[in-house]
């Protein structure tokens, strides 16, 4: 069997014919595997949905307890038979519960990554390099400019600017799902224990986070606090509530932005930040090609960013290689609907 009989792109998204399911599907269908929670990938409206625990709840906790016909929690490592394919959860070390998914039939082994990336964060479990026949690969940021470096480096970056401008709140915009809690972490880990403040918009999910054991130290509700009162104070926010109205109630504010665009100087112009971090979950190009190379595979389908030119690598390492062109998925932010001022 062919890996095209296995897995196809379809008008929905990815498509397992032999195993009756769709991988991360863009519109409703009847049996959906979520490989994380970021709603470019988890949408509602399924009949059956088959993800990690932590990724049903966070679908819950954005969409409502229905948002689905039914739910079936799958942990790492477990395998499932789905028609005549299995499936095994490995972790991609994205967000909280993101996982790869081992897709098999036969003797043909297809992981489909969902979003990944290889580096450390300590509010998730690392990624595992899944030996298979074809992976397929995200490349949100696979072009050679990006190339990440240490978070830590960036969060160091941004409490020298709290140190040397104590009079100002710094606001720093990061997607809800993962990234806040990363920086919150990451700040902790430096030695920040001061109170860190939030959008009304990051609560539940960071409070999830917390009640999964992810330690992030003292957090407080931004709202109703004196604007007096948060200079000096590091308060988390949706990116696009950084450049809104909401932002009067800071005293003279460093607005900074959490990104791996953040490498590209336009971008952060064109956003008005301040203080660029480039810190980023997703691969770089050098963590996506290590990963490629890691897995063993010989076919390599490249879905939704800078296809092209890893297409291109990948046959320069004499690897079969093409883009999948699924549609529908990209950065978290445009999918993202932050609190009005009142709500946050």
Known sequence: MSPQD??????????????GFHIDPVRAVERAVITHGHSDHARPGHGAVLATQETLDMMRLRYGDDFAGSTQA???????????VK?????????????????????????????????TDPTCVPFEVVPCDVFITEATFGLPVFRHGVAADEVKKLLASVA????RAHLVGAYSLGKAQRVIALLREAGYDAPIYLHGAMEAITYYYRSRGIELGELRDVK?????????????????ATSDIWTRRFPDPVTAFASGWMRVRARARQRGVELPLVISDHADWDGLTATIEAT???EIWVTHGQEDALVHWCKTKGLAARPLDLVGYGDEDEHEAPKSEAEA
Do not use: N, W
């Open 164 to 167: 040397l401008f104590p009079e």
């Open 87 to 119: 499936v095994k959860f490995h972790p991609a070390g994205h967000v909280l519960g993101s996982a790869q998914i081992a897709v098999t039939c036969k003797d043909t082994c297809i992981v489909a990554s969902g979003d990944y990336k290889d580096a």
């Open 6 to 19: 296995i897995l196809l792109p379809a008008a929905a998204g990815l498509c397992c014919k032999p195993g």
């Open 296 to 298: 063993g595979a010989g």
């Open 224 to 240: 109703g606090m004196k604007k007096a009162d948060l200079a000096g104070t590091i308060t988390l926010a949706p990116p696009s």
């Open 74 to 84: 799958i942990g790492y490592g477990e395998e499932l038979r789905l028609g005549d």
